[in-house]
């Protein structure tokens, strides 16, 4: 589903329309842009920050880019950051992630997002804010300055007389058992949330979609590790590639592992069923269609009664 940046691409995880921010810092990955409001005037320098309309959010939504060095372990084949060249982008800066959230937050509790070109098109329900997102061009729970980037957001959102956000790390949930992870987590409070990947059911199938060094067994202990803390968001990208769609035993394969899940404890709030929406580097993923999506989000919901959204 689309969302809309005031001023950037959307962040991995993502299915959004930019707002607001700078055109060098816009966060990408698995996320889908559908459209921009065109930037906001004042924000345009940002290169940690942008505001996105979002479906998955359910409206406006702040993403905070913590890997603007573009640092993943993970090689998703749908992934839309080309990391062919290196980047020359530095870690955060956490005295600037700071600047521009309170920047963006005035903004966007301000008369002036009246003036955003495309804000008036918006649905009334899509014109609030939504959440703070802990995204990035990479994975952000590799960025160095995790930990700090997440006291950084708190601090703001305790001392910055703004209405309560919650807070949402889009991850692909391979570092939730390391200890500086962990650290930075302990700063959430029950509103806020963890979307975590999980694109596939077979080690195969994972190897073949994200190509990581890393095994599924690793990612749903992890997984399984933060949901009997807090309930979860899965988020499960499906995508055509090379001109065929998820074989049908794959998509068992996922559902039983969603099952499993359930069954050790997990807390899963919900599932949201998406799928490579923009160019990517790699041309052997294209979208696949609704229908097809539809028919995933439905296995999930009579395997396990999971609450699913299709985006
Ligand atoms: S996990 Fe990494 S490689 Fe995969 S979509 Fe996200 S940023 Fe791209």
């Not at 359910?58 to 573009?70: H, S, T």
């Not at 600037?96 to 008036?120: I, K, N």
């Not at 058992?177 to 963890?194: A, C, M, S, Y």
């Not at 399984?224 to 068992?252: C, D, T, Y």
């Amino acid at each position: 589903m689309p969302e809309t940046t005031i001023n950037q691409p959307a962040p991995p995880g993502f299915d959004a329309v930019p707002v607001s921010g700078s055109a060098e810092t816009a966060p990408a990955g698995a996320a889908a842009v559908d459209g921009a409001l065109t930037g906001a005037p004042d924000l345009t320098g940002n290169r940690l920050v942008c505001l996105y309309v979002s479906s998955r959010a359910g409206g406006l939504a702040i993403d905070a880019n913590l890997n603007p060095d573009e640092r993943c372990n993970f090689n998703c084949a749908y992934c839309d950051v080309d990391r062919s060249q290196l980047s020359r982008e530095p870690v955060v800066d956490v005295a600037r992630l700071a600047a521009e959230l309170r920047a963006m937050l005035a903004l966007v509790h301000s008369d002036r997002m009246q003036e955003q070109a495309g804000f008036q098109n918006l649905p009334l329900e899509l014109r609030r804010l939504r959440l703070v997102a802990l995204s990035g061009d990479g994975e952000p729970t590799l960025s160095p300055v995790f930990c700090e980037a997440v006291e950084t957001v708190v601090h703001v959102r305790a001392l910055g007389g703004w209405p309560f956000f919650k807070l949402v790390l889009l991850t692909n949930a391979s570092a939730l058992d390391q200890p500086r992870v962990q650290r930075g987590l302990r700063h959430f409070t029950r509103q806020d949330e963890i979307w975590a990947k999980l694109d596939a059911g077979t080690q195969a199938f994972f190897e073949r979609i994200n190509r990581a060094p890393d095994t599924l067994a690793h990612i749903l202990r992890n997984i399984l590790r933060v949901a009997k803390e807090r309930p979860v968001v899965i988020q499960s990208l499906f995508a055509r590639m090379r001109g065929q769609n998820p074989p049908a035993h794959e998509v068992l394969e996922y559902v039983a592992r969603l099952q499993e899940l359930q069954a050790a404890g997990a807390q899963i709030s919900s599932v949201q069923i998406y799928s490579a929406n923009q160019a990517t580097p790699n041309s052997e993923c294209t979208h696949l269609s609704l229908a097809a999506l539809s028919g995933i989000a439905r296995q999930v919901r009579e395997g396990t009664g999971l609450q699913v959204t299709v985006h």
